[in-house]
Structure formats: structure tokens, C-alpha cells
């Protein structure tokens, strides 16, 4: 079993930042890629950053270049780094470890 413990999620004006952290508990071994998906209201859930054990990233376009997922492997925390807001980044956003495992969300929400 794997718990995730997502925090730093928050209300904060257009063109501001924010940091999300996950933090991973339990077993971690099999768990080869960690991301983050987020959630609009009336919306699908979407995918918006992936990184690997290895390192490798992977963006959805709309947040490339403003967003950045990065992981620190000795404390099993993955960190989105979300520059540039835009209301549109409005959403409840997951941690997600491997493929069946998912924090309970973090509301961050844009204001124009």
C-alpha cells in the first residue's frame, strides 16, 4: 500500500505562484512514476505533470513552460512548482503514484 499526503495548494491571483508537495509513504519499491493530474468542476480528470524514478518529465502543453515536477527521492516527495497562474489552472489537483494510487486532493483555485 502507498499513502500520498498532498499540501500547498491555496487561493492566489493571476501571473502568481504556488508549490504543491505529495509526500509518499509505505511501499514505495514498485512505484516507477509519480504525477500530478488535476480536476476542473464538470470537468475530466487531466494530467498535467509525470516524473519517473529516473527523472524524465512529462508536461501536458497547456502548463509547459509555466509548471515544473520535480522529486526528491530521499524524503519521497514530488513538487509541481506552478509559475505563471492563470484562472484556467483553476482546479482540485492529485498526486498520483504509479497507476492506482491517488492523494485526496488540494483545491487551488486563480483569481483574475
Known amino acids: 500500500q502507498v499513502q500520498l499526503t498532498e499540501s500547498g495548494g491555496g487561493l492566489v491571483q493571476a501571473g502568481g505562484s504556488l508549490r504543491l508537495s505529495c509526500a509518499a509513504s509505505g511501499t514505495l519499491f514498485s512505484i516507477y512514476r509519480m504525477g500530478w493530474h488535476r480536476q476542473a468542476p464538470g470537468k475530466q480528470r487531466d494530467m498535467v505533470a509525470l516524473?519517473?524514478?529516473?527523472?524524465?518529465?512529462n508536461y501536458a502543453d497547456s502548463v509547459k513552460g509555466r509548471f515544473t515536477i520535480s522529486r526528491d527521492g530521499a524524503k519521497n516527495t514530488v513538487y509541481l512548482q506552478m509559475n505563471s497562474l492563470k484562472p484556467e489552472d483553476t482546479a482540485v489537483y492529485y498526486c498520483?503514484?504509479?497507476?492506482?494510487?491517488w492523494g485526496q486532493g488540494t483545491q487551488v483555485t486563480v483569481s483574475s
Open positions: 516524473i519517473t524514478r529516473g527523472g524524465d518529465t
Open positions: 498520483r503514484a504509479g497507476d492506482n494510487y
